[in-house]
C-alpha cells in the first residue's frame, strides 16, 4: 500500500476549507489593514441598512429579520469564508422563493427550508461542488436573474403607488389583476415621493457615485413624513417598528413533517446562494487580483444560512453590490465584512426608534433600483444576438421566472441547456468511410477522394471525430447499414476520439456482436488513453481474433491483410 503524504493532505484539506481570514491573519495584519477595514465595513453597513429591511418586506416579512440576516449571516460568512473581501447577507434574488415559501408553508417553512440549504451548501463544499458552478450556461443565470428583476418590480407596485389592499397574490397575472382592481385607492403622496426617491438615486450614482444614495433616499423620505405628517405607510404603522434588541434564538413551530414538499424550495436557495456566492467572489477576485477558495466559500455560505435559520433570519449570500462597494472602499480583508456586520448591530441597537419613520414607498424605491441593476439588461440583449439554441433557453428561463416559480426554471432552464448542448455536441461528430493511409493531420488534408479504392479486398474503414458519448451512441450502429456485403475486416479509427462513455461503450459492443454475427472481424486503431481506460474497465478488450486493437491505421492495414475470415 502507499503510504499517505501528510503534506499532501494538509495541503489538499487547506485547499478544500481554510478560512481566508486565517490566511490574512498569518501572513500579518497591522494597525494600518485595521483602519481600511473598519472604514469600509462602516460604508457598507449604510449601504446595507435601508437595503436589508427593504429585501426582508418584499419577501413577505419583517424589516428586522433583514437586518438580522445581514448582522448574522454577514458575520459569519466573512469569518469562515473563502474569499477576501466577501460581503454578504440577504439578497434580492431569494425574494421570489422566500415570499412562495412563506405564503404556502410559513415563516416555520422558511425557517426549515434555509437549514435544509445551509445543510446542502455545506454538503456541496465537502464535496468539492463548488468547481462545477462555472458549468451553468450564461443563458439560464441571466434568464432567471432577469425574472427575478421584473417579480422583485411587480411585488413593489403596493408600495410604490400606496394602494390600499390586504395581501398581494403570489401569482404573476392575479398580482398584476390585483393592482388594476385597486389602482383607484392610489396614494399621490406615496407615488410622488417613491418618484422623488428613485430620481434622486439615480441623480447621486450619476454624479456623486460615492454618496450612499439608497440611505440618503430613505433617510429623506422619513424626513418628508416626519416633517409634513405624509398620509404614508411606514415601518411604524405596518410593523410597529422595529425592535432595539440582539439577534435571540427565534425559531417558530417548524414543520418537518412537510420536509418532502420543502425540499425542492430548499434545493432552490442553496442553488442561488451557491451561484450568487461565487460570482460575487469571481467579480471580487478580478477587483483585488485575488483568488477565492470556491469550496470553503460554499462551506461558509452553509454555515451562515443554518446560522441564520437559528436566529429566526433569511436566507443568505455573498452579494455582489455590497461586496464591490467594499472593495471600492479600500476593504483588505474579511475583517471588513465582520465590522460590517458589528456595525449594522450597532444601527440596530442605537437607531431603531427613528426607522418607524422610514416610509415603505422609500424603501419599494431602493427595490426599484436593485430591480433595475438585476435586469442585466445589456447582457440579455446581448445573448439575444446570439444562436437560437440559447435564445430559447434565455427566454424560456425569464418566462418560468416570471409567471410560474424560480425552481421550475432552474430546472427546466439548466436541462433544456443541457440536451442543447448535447445535440451541438453529436452534430459535431463525424462518421466518415474516407480514410486515409497514414494518421496525420496532413495526409487527411491532401486525401485523394477515391481513398476507399485502395483499401485491401473485404476491408472497410471508418473514422470517428469527436467524443463517443450517448448522444451519438446510436449513430454507430448506422455505420454496419451502409455496406451492401459485410466486410471481412471492418477498421474503426478512433484517433480522434478524444473520449468515450458507457452508452458509447455499449454501442460498440452491440456492433461487435453484430459484426460477430456477420462474420467480420474488428479492428479498432489510434485508441488514445481514455476510450482505452473505459473500455478496459467495461470489459472491452482484444481477444486476437474477433477483436484487435492496433497502434494506427498503417498497422491496421497491415492487420487486416493478413485476418483470416472470421468463423460464422
Not at 60 to 70: D, I, S, V
Not at 82 to 99: D, E, L
Not at 278 to 283: D, F, M, N, Q, T
Request: with cysteine; proline share 7%.
Amino acid at each position: 500500500m502507499n503510504a499517505i503524504d501528510p503534506t499532501r493532505s494538509a495541503a489538499s484539506w487547506q485547499q478544500l476549507y481554510v478560512p481566508k481570514l486565517y490566511t490574512v491573519l498569518r501572513q500579518g495584519y497591522g494597525l494600518a489593514d485595521l483602519r481600511h477595514d473598519l472604514l469600509a465595513g462602516l460604508t457598507v453597513a449604510i449601504v446595507a441598512l435601508p437595503l436589508s429591511m427593504a429585501l426582508a418586506i418584499a419577501s413577505g416579512t419583517t424589516p428586522e429579520k433583514g437586518l438580522h440576516t445581514a448582522i448574522v449571516a454577514g458575520f459569519l460568512i466573512s469569518l469562515f469564508g473563502g474569499s477576501r473581501v466577501q460581503i454578504g447577507g440577504p439578497t434580492a434574488a431569494f425574494i421570489p422563493v422566500v415570499f412562495n415559501v412563506i405564503d404556502k408553508f410559513g415563516y416555520g417553512g422558511l425557517i426549515l427550508c434555509t437549514l435544509l440549504a445551509g445543510l446542502m451548501l455545506i454538503a456541496a463544499g465537502v464535496l468539492r461542488v463548488g468547481t462545477l458552478m462555472k458549468y451553468i450556461p450564461k443563458p439560464v443565470i441571466t434568464g432567471f436573474t432577469a425574472g427575478i428583476a421584473v417579480s422583485i418590480f411587480s411585488s413593489q407596485v403596493k408600495d410604490l403607488l400606496g394602494l390600499h389592499m390586504d395581501k398581494v397574490p403570489v401569482e404573476f397575472f392575479a398580482r398584476w389583476s390585483a393592482y388594476v382592481e385597486h389602482l383607484p385607492s392610489l396614494t399621490p403622496a406615496a407615488a410622488a415621493l417613491a418618484l422623488a426617491c428613485v430620481v434622486l438615486i439615480v441623480v447621486l450614482r450619476r454624479w456623486k457615485p460615492a454618496a450612499p444614495g439608497f440611505l440618503i433616499a430613505v433617510a429623506v423620505g422619513a424626513l418628508a413624513v416626519a416633517l409634513f405628517h405624509l398620509p404614508i405607510e411606514t415601518i411604524g404603522t405596518r410593523f410597529g417598528g422595529i425592535p432595539a434588541t440582539l439577534p435571540t434564538f427565534d425559531i417558530p413551530h417548524i414543520p418537518f413533517e412537510r420536509t418532502l414538499e420543502l425540499f425542492p424550495s430548499s434545493f432552490t436557495i442553496a442553488f442561488l446562494a451557491g451561484v450568487e456566492s461565487l460570482l460575487s467572489a469571481v467579480v471580487a477576485d478580478g477587483m483585488i487580483g485575488g483568488r477565492h477558495r470556491s469550496n470553503g466559500e460554499l462551506i461558509a455560505q452553509g454555515v451562515a444560512n443554518a446560522g441564520s435559520a437559528l436566529f429566526g433570519g433569511l436566507p443568505a449570500t455573498g452579494a455582489l453590490a455590497r461586496t464591490a462597494t467594499n472593495v471600492r472602499a479600500g476593504a483588505r480583508s474579511p475583517v471588513a465584512g465582520i465590522a460590517h456586520a458589528l456595525f449594522l448591530l450597532l444601527f440596530m441597537l442605537v437607531l431603531a426608534p427613528l426607522m418607524s419613520y422610514v416610509p415603505l414607498a422609500a424603501l419599494a424605491a431602493v427595490l426599484v433600483i436593485v430591480a433595475w441593476n438585476m435586469a442585466e439588461i445589456e447582457s440579455f440583449r446581448h445573448l439575444m444576438t446570439g444562436p437560437v439554441g440559447d435564445r430559447v433557453v434565455l427566454l424560456l428561463t425569464f418566462a418560468l421566472t416570471v409567471m410560474f416559480d424560480l425552481t421550475v426554471a432552474i430546472e427546466v432552464g439548466i436541462v433544456l441547456a443541457a440536451f442543447l448542448f448535447m445535440h451541438r455536441m453529436s452534430e459535431v461528430v463525424a462518421m466518415e468511410s474516407g480514410v486515409s493511409l497514414l494518421d496525420s493531420d496532413e495526409a487527411d488534408s491532401d486525401a485523394v477522394p477515391d481513398q476507399r479504392a485502395q483499401l485491401p479486398p473485404g476491408v472497410e474503414a471508418f473514422q470517428i471525430s469527436g467524443p463517443l458519448f450517448f448522444a451519438v451512441a446510436n449513430r454507430l450502429d448506422d455505420v454496419l447499414n451502409q455496406f451492401r456485403d459485410p466486410p471481412r475486416v471492418f477498421i474503426l479509427r478512433l484517433r480522434l476520439v478524444p473520449l468515450i462513455d458507457a452508452s458509447g461503450v455499449t454501442a460498440l459492443t452491440q456492433m461487435l456482436a453484430r459484426c460477430r454475427r456477420m462474420g467480420t472481424r474488428v479492428i479498432l486503431s489510434g485508441l488514445r488513453e481514455q476510450p482505452r481506460r473505459i473500455l478496459a474497465q467495461m470489459h472491452v478488450v482484444p481477444d486476437g481474433e474477433q477483436l484487435r486493437f492496433a497502434p494506427d491505421f498503417k498497422a491496421a492495414l497491415a492487420m487486416a491483410v493478413t485476418e483470416p475470415p472470421a468463423p460464422r
